[in-house]
């Protein structure tokens, strides 16, 4: 698959309009992902799904988006069932979550769906217009707006996301023998791909991030040893933070806390290519029809949350998560299914493979899902919330 021309054209020139002909590898992954005309966000448009590129749990199973309305529910009657009650999804890809969860709650929870105030940001203008098309029934309810158009302290209810963070820019590091350096993009001798070069820090951002989540580079790390820093994470927190009044930030993403994502053993960090369901760690190859990710830290995420006034809630497991909030007895129900029409037990045991998947322990079970929270009362804040009833596996 040779790259995309228009990428790879706007990755050229931005290269020779650069200092040295380099640039950081976050800004090279934030043109490849979103650049408005070549970037992978931009033309790959039925990318997430089962034809795609991967497959997230909205796409799998209903369940995930129902499972999720009934925890926000309980998250509207813990904030007193405000009115509007703002619910903001960020980065909403095709809009398959959105539809799951405005269907549920008008179908199960009416009193909640008639206050409701549901807002997406997405970065893609594709996706944007993919969304549009499949939330028409809601057009009512729903509205689209960038981060810029919410004002600060603007919202009372949740801002919460599925595979966000995993998608936005991160900065590669690697330890050389003069310490912590940063891995640059450039072209190649003879312009026809890019390469790796390395160079100093380009922000001191970079080195109290590490010392932030509790990295000391003199500890057991072998020379060589490259990784990942989450910068546009920590942006995004702050800005969700500003524009959260009271209320809740719920996070579901692959990852690890510091310590393991950090551990000297993970020698060449977590950055992974998806292309038609395989994966691989060469961010160069395939421009533009391939989707760039890291693991998420969610330590840099509680302690940045913490920094901007976020209280830690809860951290737990997809499969716990869907388990609290009732996938096991939605599995039971199944069970109960009595049919001799092999469309009716085809579909009953569909949807019981699509259940596994998301509680897979090896797969999106394996997820996490951060709970925090803004300006709740003690009271508020020290109620049991559902979804984190029952602890990680660790
Ligand atoms: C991996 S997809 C996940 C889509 C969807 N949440 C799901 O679970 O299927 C990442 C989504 O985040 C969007 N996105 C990435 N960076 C963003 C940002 N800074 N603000 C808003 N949306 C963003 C992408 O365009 C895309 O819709």
Same mark, same amino acid.
């Given at each position: 698959m040779p790259h995309n021309p228009v990428l790879f054209d706007v990755l050229k020139d931005r290269l020779r309009q650069a200092p040295q002909g380099k640039i950081t590898f976050a800004e090279f992954m934030d043109l490849a992902l979103y650049d408005p005309v070549g970037g992978y966000y931009a033309t790959q448009v039925a990318a997430v799904g089962p034809q795609g590129d991967f497959v997230t749990s909205p796409h799998l199973s209903r369940d995930f988006g129902e499972l999720l309305t009934v925890q926000l529910v309980e998250l509207w009657h813990y904030l007193g069932q405000p009115e509007p009650f703002t619910l903001v999804e960020m980065g909403a890809g095709q809009g398959i979550m959105a539809d799951d969860v405005l269907a549920y709650l008008q179908s199960q929870f009416q009193d909640c769906f008639a206050v409701l105030d549901y807002k997406i940001v997405e970065k893609s203008p594709v996706l944007r217009h993919i969304q549009r098309k499949r939330l028409e029934p809601w057009a009512n309810r729903v509205t689209w707006c960038d981060w810029a158009d919410l004002a600060a302290d603007s919202v009372t209810g949740c801002c919460f996301s599925n595979e966000l963070v995993d998608a936005l820019p991160v900065h %590669?590091?690697? =330890?050389?023998e003069t310490g912590? %350096? &940063?891995i640059y993009v450039t072209l190649d001798e003879d312009s026809s791909t890019l390469k790796d070069v390395i160079g !100093? =820090?380009?922000? !001191? #951002? =970079?080195? &109290?991030y590490f010392e932030r989540v509790g990295v000391d580079w003199a500890k057991g790390y072998p020379l060589g040893y490259r990784t990942e820093a989450h910068l546009a994470a920590l942006d995004w927190i702050a800005t969700v933070t500003d524009v959260l009044h009271r209320g809740y930030l719920l996070t579901i993403d692959y990852g690890y806390p510091a310590e393991r994502y950090y551990n000297p053993h993970r020698t060449q960090g977590t950055l992974q290519c998806y292309y038609q369901h395989a994966h691989h760690n060469d961010p160069y190859r395939y421009l533009g029809h391939q989707d760039i990710t890291a693991h998420v830290n969610f330590t840099a995420l509680e302690r940045q949350g913490e920094q901007c006034g976020l209280t830690i809630l809860g951290l737990t497991q997809q499969a716990m998560f869907l388990m609290a909030l009732g996938l096991g007895d939605r599995l039971m129900d199944l069970a109960k299914i009595q049919s001799t029409d092999p469309a009716i037990v085809n579909q009953a045991i569909? #949807?019981?493979d699509q259940i596994h998947q998301l509680m897979n322990p090896m797969g999106l079970g394996n997820f996490w899902v951060l709970l925090q929270g803004k300006n709740l009362t003690p009271e508020i804040a020290t109620q049991p919330i559902c979804g984190f009833t029952i602890p990680p596996l660790g």
């Amino acid at each position: 698959m040779p790259h995309n021309p228009v990428l790879f054209d706007v990755l050229k020139d931005r290269l020779r309009q650069a200092p040295q002909g380099k640039i950081t590898f976050a800004e090279f992954m934030d043109l490849a992902l979103y650049d408005p005309v070549g970037g992978y966000y931009a033309t790959q448009v039925a990318a997430v799904g089962p034809q795609g590129d991967f497959v997230t749990s909205p796409h799998l199973s209903r369940d995930f988006g129902e499972l999720l309305t009934v925890q926000l529910v309980e998250l509207w009657h813990y904030l007193g069932q405000p009115e509007p009650f703002t619910l903001v999804e960020m980065g909403a890809g095709q809009g398959i979550m959105a539809d799951d969860v405005l269907a549920y709650l008008q179908s199960q929870f009416q009193d909640c769906f008639a206050v409701l105030d549901y807002k997406i940001v997405e970065k893609s203008p594709v996706l944007r217009h993919i969304q549009r098309k499949r939330l028409e029934p809601w057009a009512n309810r729903v509205t689209w707006c960038d981060w810029a158009d919410l004002a600060a302290d603007s919202v009372t209810g949740c801002c919460f996301s599925n595979e966000l963070v995993d998608a936005l820019p991160v900065h %590669q590091v690697i =330890l050389t023998e003069t310490g912590l %350096q &940063e891995i640059y993009v450039t072209l190649d001798e003879d312009s026809s791909t890019l390469k790796d070069v390395i160079g !100093p =820090l380009s922000t !001191p #951002r =970079l080195g &109290e991030y590490f010392e932030r989540v509790g990295v000391d580079w003199a500890k057991g790390y072998p020379l060589g040893y490259r990784t990942e820093a989450h910068l546009a994470a920590l942006d995004w927190i702050a800005t969700v933070t500003d524009v959260l009044h009271r209320g809740y930030l719920l996070t579901i993403d692959y990852g690890y806390p510091a310590e393991r994502y950090y551990n000297p053993h993970r020698t060449q960090g977590t950055l992974q290519c998806y292309y038609q369901h395989a994966h691989h760690n060469d961010p160069y190859r395939y421009l533009g029809h391939q989707d760039i990710t890291a693991h998420v830290n969610f330590t840099a995420l509680e302690r940045q949350g913490e920094q901007c006034g976020l209280t830690i809630l809860g951290l737990t497991q997809q499969a716990m998560f869907l388990m609290a909030l009732g996938l096991g007895d939605r599995l039971m129900d199944l069970a109960k299914i009595q049919s001799t029409d092999p469309a009716i037990v085809n579909q009953a045991i569909q #949807r019981r493979d699509q259940i596994h998947q998301l509680m897979n322990p090896m797969g999106l079970g394996n997820f996490w899902v951060l709970l925090q929270g803004k300006n709740l009362t003690p009271e508020i804040a020290t109620q049991p919330i559902c979804g984190f009833t029952i602890p990680p596996l660790g």
